[in-house]
């Protein structure tokens, strides 16, 4: 036995190195696939990119000049940081024919468990049933290969998770070729079981002790040709449907520890506001009561349940300080970005030109499971249990906190029903952890929706300018400047950016980060896009799609405004002018199966846009009915087209676009937050008018392209897309040129 160099883990001699080119042949990476002592089959897998593969427009298709994110994206930047510690993927066979997976992943309702498994049963030709993913607790030992941010846990995950169960699977079948004494290259393998030429069946199970004493397997470990695949790109339901839908799925509030009483926090009337005095004698002799303890962002209250928590917290007698920004609300925070804007470079008087300038407002994520956590802090160590796409950095910071080292604590991460980038902060684990070593008993903390809308993460917002120069119906320059409130990285991303040596390209990894992610995807001729970000001490964070979220919008928006200009259609005009053939496919695609151009009633329009990111691209044509002044605009069509390289599950990405869709439907109409003196307005769904059922289209199409190479991402990819169609849509439904989002808000 013998220490990987990368890590602490300990392997054995069984290593197997076997080269595999990726899917679309640009580039070869270099698995090395390893025993993990145990008395049972246990592989795991390092994996090396060999030579970067090239941007799949390097084949002469592109006019414009490559963008940075064309050549390294985010995705890249973050695969890179994670390479070496992605031999944590641990796969198991156990002797009841059970495939276990170890997932350094969160599960937020994006599904990618299931695309997880069904990586695995294709790779060993198992039953997808008999593949269960489990998620780690935080292991600082993996660095940056823990973080779910990104659209990126495909990318990063498909071929290490693919070589991991390949390798198993060689070892499974020599084992059982010793069994049957037959070549191993005559056997086959199906239903999580090898079958020899005459008939004779043994399980994976069955085999697995001898399997994890295999030095070297008789067959080669590296994953199939694409061409044989047959659970990839089959349109899969969800593993934990039946958990999900008949509520035996188990959120942390639904966990069972021992003695964790519930506990709710009292917070102040404004951001970051701070407790000058309280007095809690009424609230102690309430039913129920058993302690009250102040901590850093408020007064937590627990009682022997949440009701009697609730009534306590309320009974409280506090005096609050203001908190920094006590002095803004929303027309000061946009005069201040304003005047951080960096100056555009070519006056308006040298040419023609199309100017905009457009603002957007915060954003709550808005998930539909509050932030919770349990915490048992007691006896020199710590137990925390949440949802967390950032554990390593949680168990950090709360060891930190609580002046423990990082070793004695551990962080359990539990299924979360939803995120959008609000998981990637851990404030209730914290905070739950601060009481349980205050008070020394276990506690289920858990934030109202009204915590979470007021004082939890928010997408900055945001100021824009942009300009556009053309001549003889060509785009000449294009400047956009933008500015935001900036957007808090603190939760790994930033980390696993610098430390890879992306300084070296300059600047802080909130500047990496917008690098590394917005291209302007049009022959639009000097491109220029800088971001200046002004920084307010309020809770910030990535929310769908980060700074695509509103720059690309904002671009998309003004595609269609300069093809007002030129006097041109829409779709012609992007036809004409993109780079990359891949959008003006799926451009080309929802404009013939949305109709486009079809004569609507006047009140009603169609609206168009496209994305670009994560390897992928998007288009998405929505139809538009303005006509109820009471009920307001209704986006009654969407059709979206998507090219996502490979979709592992046609299913699960329909699903993923929808939501994106929805989330472009309501933050473009009417879902947005106001900061009135350095306090959130909103404190709910009721204010935070988020899509309902009302608001949705009647009628939702997908399309998704042949496959055209290894998987992008797509988690967030249609929200830009979307957002800027519904735009598109009600400009041209209203004769006007909406500037502020949401457009009624």
Same mark, same amino acid.
């Given at each position: 036995?013998?220490? !990987?160099?990368?890590?602490?883990?300990?392997?054995?001699?069984?290593?197997?190195?076997?080269?595999?080119?990726?899917?679309?042949?640009?580039?070869?990476?270099?698995?090395?696939?390893?025993?993990?002592?145990?008395? /049972?089959?246990?592989?795991?897998?390092?994996?090396?990119?060999?030579?970067?593969?090239?941007?799949?427009?390097?084949?002469?298709?592109?006019?414009?000049?490559?963008?940075?994110?064309?050549?390294?994206?985010?995705?890249?930047?973050?695969?890179?940081?994670?390479?070496?510690?992605?031999?944590?993927?641990?796969?198991?066979?156990?002797?009841?024919?059970?495939?276990?997976?170890?997932?350094?992943?969160?599960?937020?309702?994006?599904?990618?468990?299931?695309?997880?498994?069904?990586?695995?049963?294709?790779?060993?030709?198992?039953?997808?049933?008999?593949?269960?993913?489990?998620?780690?607790?935080?292991?600082?030992?993996?660095?940056?290969?823990?973080?779910?941010?990104?659209?990126?846990?495909?990318?990063?995950?498909?071929?290490?998770?693919?070589?991991?169960?390949?390798?198993?699977?060689?070892?499974?079948?020599?084992?059982?070729?010793?069994?049957?004494?037959?070549?191993?290259?005559?056997?086959?393998?199906?239903?999580?079981?090898?079958?020899?030429?005459?008939?004779?069946?043994?399980?994976?199970?069955?085999?697995?002790?001898?399997?994890?004493?295999?030095? $070297?397997?008789?067959?080669?470990?590296?994953?199939?040709?694409?061409?044989?695949?047959?659970?990839?790109?089959?349109?899969?339901?969800?593993?934990?449907?039946?958990?999900?839908?008949?509520?035996?799925?188990?959120?942390?509030?639904?966990?069972?520890?021992?003695?964790?009483?519930?506990?709710?926090?009292?917070?102040?009337?404004?951001?970051?506001?701070?407790?000058?005095?309280?007095?809690?004698?009424?609230?102690?002799?309430?039913?129920?009561?058993?302690?009250?303890?102040?901590?850093?962002?408020?007064?937590?209250?627990?009682?022997?349940?949440?009701?009697?928590?609730?009534?306590?917290?309320?009974?409280?007698?506090?005096?609050?300080?203001?908190?920094?920004?006590?002095? $803004?609300?929303?027309? !000061?925070?946009?005069?201040?970005?304003?005047?951080?804007?960096?100056?555009?470079?070519?006056?308006?008087?040298?040419?023609?030109?199309?100017?905009?300038?457009?603002?957007?407002?915060?954003?709550?994520?808005?998930?539909?499971?509050?932030?919770?956590?349990?915490?048992?802090?007691?006896?020199?160590?710590?137990?925390?249990?949440?949802?967390?796409?950032?554990?390593?950095?949680?168990?950090?910071?709360?060891?930190?906190?609580?002046?423990?080292?990082?070793?004695?604590?551990?962080?359990?991460?539990?299924?979360?029903?939803?995120?959008?980038?609000?998981?990637?902060?851990?404030?209730?684990?914290?905070?739950?952890?601060?009481?349980?070593?205050?008070?020394?008993?276990?506690?289920?903390?858990?934030?109202?929706?009204?915590?979470?809308?007021?004082?939890?993460?928010?997408?900055?917002?945001?100021?824009?300018?942009?300009?556009?120069?053309?001549?003889?119906?060509?785009?000449?320059?294009?400047?956009?400047?933008?500015?935001?409130?900036?957007?808090?990285?603190?939760?790994?991303?930033?980390?696993?950016?610098?430390?890879?040596?992306?300084?070296?390209?300059?600047?802080?990894?909130?500047?990496?980060?917008?690098?590394?992610?917005?291209?302007?995807?049009?022959?639009?001729?000097?491109?220029?896009?800088?971001?200046?970000?002004?920084? $307010?001490?309020?809770?910030?964070?990535?929310?769908?799609?980060?700074?695509?979220?509103?720059?690309?919008?904002?671009?998309?928006?003004?595609? !269609?405004?300069?093809?007002?200009?030129?006097?041109?259609?829409?779709?012609?005009?992007?036809?004409?002018?993109?780079?990359?053939?891949?959008?003006?496919?799926?451009?080309?695609?929802?404009?013939?199966?949305?109709?486009?151009?079809?004569?609507?009633?006047?009140?009603?329009?169609?609206?168009?846009?496209?994305?670009?990111?994560?390897?992928?691209?998007?288009?998405?044509?929505?139809?538009?009915?303005?006509?109820?002044?009471?009920?307001?605009?209704?986006?009654?069509?969407?059709?979206?087209?998507? !090219?996502?390289?490979?979709? /592992?599950?046609?299913?699960?990405?329909?699903?993923?676009?929808?939501?994106?869709?929805?989330?472009?439907?309501?933050?473009?109409?009417?879902?947005?937050?106001?900061?009135?003196?350095?306090?959130?307005?909103?404190?709910?769904?009721?204010?935070?008018?988020?899509?309902?059922?009302?608001?949705?289209?009647?009628?939702?199409?997908?399309?998704?392209?042949?496959?055209?190479?290894?998987?992008?991402?797509?988690?967030?990819?249609?929200?830009?897309?979307?957002?800027?169609?519904?735009?598109?849509?009600?400009?041209?439904?209203?004769?006007?040129?909406?500037?502020?989002?949401?457009?009624?808000?």
């Amino acid at each position: 036995m013998q220490k !990987d160099p990368s890590g602490d883990r300990l392997r054995n001699e069984s290593a197997v190195e076997v080269d595999v080119p990726t899917d679309a042949g640009l580039g070869r990476r270099r698995f090395l696939t390893y025993l993990i002592a145990a008395p /049972i089959l246990t592989v795991a897998c390092r994996s090396e990119q060999l030579d970067a593969p090239l941007p799949a427009e390097t084949a002469g298709a592109s006019q414009a000049p490559l963008g940075i994110p064309d050549i390294v994206d985010l995705g890249d930047a973050l695969i890179l940081a994670g390479a070496l510690t992605v031999w944590n993927l641990a796969l198991e066979v156990k002797p009841d024919n059970r495939i276990a997976l170890r997932l350094p992943r969160a599960e937020v309702g994006q599904g990618i468990t299931t695309t997880a498994a069904m990586l695995v049963a294709e790779e060993l030709d198992a039953r997808l049933a008999d593949v269960e993913v489990a998620l780690c607790d935080a292991e600082p030992e993996i660095l940056f290969n823990q973080l779910t941010a990104g659209s990126n846990s495909v990318r990063s995950l498909y071929t290490p998770i693919r070589a991991t169960a390949a390798a198993a699977r060689a070892r499974l079948v020599t084992a059982a070729a010793q069994l049957f004494k037959v070549p191993a290259d005559k056997l086959t393998t199906k239903d999580t079981s090898v079958i020899a030429p005459d008939g004779r069946r043994a399980t994976y199970g069955s085999l697995s002790a001898a399997a994890s004493r295999i030095v $070297l397997p008789a067959i080669s470990p590296a994953p199939k040709d694409p061409s044989k695949f047959t659970v990839i790109g089959e349109p899969t339901t969800r593993i934990d449907a039946r958990e999900i839908v008949t509520g035996n799925a188990k959120y942390t509030m639904d966990l069972d520890v021992p003695g964790a009483m519930p506990t709710v926090v009292a917070r102040p009337p404004t951001i970051k506001g701070t407790v000058a005095s309280f007095d809690a004698s009424a609230a102690r002799g309430m039913p129920g009561v058993l302690a009250i303890t102040p901590i850093p962002t408020g007064i937590a209250v627990t009682a022997e349940t949440f009701h009697q928590a609730f009534m306590a917290r309320d009974a409280l007698r506090i005096t609050w300080n203001d908190g920094p920004i006590a002095a $803004l609300s929303d027309a !000061d925070i946009t005069r201040k970005l304003t005047s951080a804007l960096l100056p555009l470079a070519v006056p308006p008087v040298l040419s023609l030109h199309v100017d905009a300038e457009f603002d957007f407002a915060f954003v709550s994520h808005a998930p539909m499971e509050v932030l919770s956590a349990v915490a048992d802090v007691r006896g020199g160590k710590a137990d925390v249990w949440c949802s967390s796409k950032s554990p390593i950095i949680a168990q950090q910071t709360i060891a930190a906190t609580l002046g423990m080292p990082q070793s004695a604590v551990t962080v359990h991460v539990v299924r979360g029903g939803g995120s959008f980038g609000r998981r990637l902060f851990f404030d209730a684990a914290l905070e739950a952890a601060q009481v349980s070593k205050a008070i020394g008993r276990p506690v289920k903390l858990m934030w109202s929706r009204n915590d979470d809308t007021r004082h939890g993460r928010m997408r900055p917002a945001s100021h824009h300018k942009l300009r556009a120069t053309h001549l003889l119906g060509s785009v000449l320059t294009y400047e956009h400047r933008v500015a935001a409130v900036k957007t808090d990285l603190g939760h790994g991303l930033g980390e696993a950016l610098t430390a890879i040596g992306f300084t070296l390209l300059g600047g802080v990894p909130n500047q990496l980060f917008f690098l590394l992610s917005e291209n302007v995807p049009y022959n639009f001729g000097v491109t220029t896009q800088l971001l200046s970000e002004v920084p $307010l001490e309020m809770h910030t964070g990535s929310w769908r799609s980060v700074y695509s979220g509103f720059v690309a919008v904002a671009n998309e928006i003004m595609v !269609d405004e300069i093809a007002r200009a030129l006097g041109k259609d829409p779709v012609a005009f992007r036809k004409s002018t993109l780079s990359s053939s891949r959008a003006k496919a799926v451009l080309a695609k929802v404009a013939s199966a949305g109709h486009w151009g079809r004569t609507m009633p006047p009140g009603t329009a169609q609206g168009v846009a496209l994305h670009e990111e994560y390897k992928s691209c998007v288009a998405c044509l929505v139809e538009i009915d303005t006509r109820d002044a009471a009920n307001g605009p209704r986006v009654t069509k969407a059709v979206v087209a998507a !090219d996502v390289g490979r979709a /592992i599950n046609p299913r699960g990405l329909e699903a993923q676009l929808m939501g994106a869709t929805t989330d472009g439907i309501s933050v473009t109409l009417q879902a947005g937050l106001h900061i009135d003196k350095g306090a959130v307005r909103e404190g709910s769904f009721s204010d935070f008018r988020y899509a309902r059922m009302r608001n949705t289209p009647l009628e939702f199409e997908v399309h998704i392209l042949p496959p055209s190479g290894e998987p992008g991402g797509a988690g967030e990819l249609a929200y830009p897309a979307a957002a800027a169609a519904v735009a598109n849509a009600y400009a041209r439904a209203t004769g006007t040129s909406p500037r502020r989002f949401p457009i009624s808000g």
